[in-house]
């Protein structure tokens, strides 16, 4: 088993060591966010459930700034979740393929990933600077300037390459996923 631990440790090289450092450190700060982003959400929808029944005094604004906390939780957690091999995946095929073709599989599986990061960093990117051009507001009772909540989806699809490189540099090394070997494991090795 020492054996084992030691070649996969040789593979593993600085420069992959380096970037799983600073995507761990990355994800799991979007993560932090995020998870404070659902306690606010939960936070404001009990407090706004309190003044509506209690005080017939609803605070219009709450549902709005919800959708936006929410918004924000999907975009920052989810190159924690890739991370941790949680992410949506077809395990009953993988888990029938060859070695060899479970590392390809899972390779491809990070490009496909990487690919719809680098389109949520381009359009988000692209649709956040021709609202902010435009000087497009949110609709509602807070007129939100849109571009400020847009920047979410580059900066989320950011978090989410970092994080669909780093697996695709995995698998294609040989070294194993992250999260005890793919979907539902726990930890953030």
């Given at each position: 088993m020492g054996n084992i631990s030691s070649d996969l440790q040789r593979r593993e090289s600085l420069a992959l060591r380096a970037l799983g450092q600073v995507v761990r450190v990355l994800a799991g700060a979007g993560m932090a966010v995020a998870?404070?982003?659902?306690?606010?959400?939960?936070?404001?929808?009990?407090?706004?459930?309190?003044?509506?029944?209690?005080?017939?005094?609803?605070?219009?604004?709450?549902?709005?700034?919800?959708?936006?906390?929410?918004?924000?939780v999907v975009m920052l957690a989810?190159?924690?979740?890739?991370?941790?091999?949680?992410?949506?995946?077809?395990?009953?095929?993988?888990?029938?393929?060859?070695?060899?073709a479970r590392r390809w599989a899972r390779a491809w599986a990070a490009l496909a990933v990487g690919v719809v990061a680098c389109v949520l960093?381009?359009?988000?990117?692209?649709?956040?600077?021709?609202?902010?051009?435009?000087?497009?507001?949110?609709?509602?009772?807070?007129?939100?300037?849109?571009?400020?909540?847009?920047?979410?989806?580059?900066?989320?699809?950011?978090?989410?390459?970092?994080?669909a490189i780093e697996a695709c540099w995995r698998a294609l090394a040989g070294l194993p996923a992250l999260g005890k070997g793919g979907h539902g494991g726990g930890g953030d090795a």
């Open positions: 998870a404070a982003c659902l306690l606010l959400s939960l936070c404001l929808i009990g407090w706004a459930v309190v003044m509506r029944y209690s005080f017939n005094a609803a605070p219009v604004w709450v549902d709005e700034v919800v959708g936006f906390l929410l918004v924000a989810a190159a924690r979740t890739l991370r941790q091999g949680e992410h949506i995946g077809v395990d009953l095929m993988v888990d029938r393929l060859a070695p060899a960093i381009i359009n988000g990117w692209g649709t956040a600077s021709l609202a902010r051009m435009l000087g497009l507001v949110t609709e509602g009772n807070l007129e939100w300037p849109t571009w400020i909540l847009m920047l979410l989806m580059p900066l989320g699809g950011a978090l989410l390459l970092l994080a």
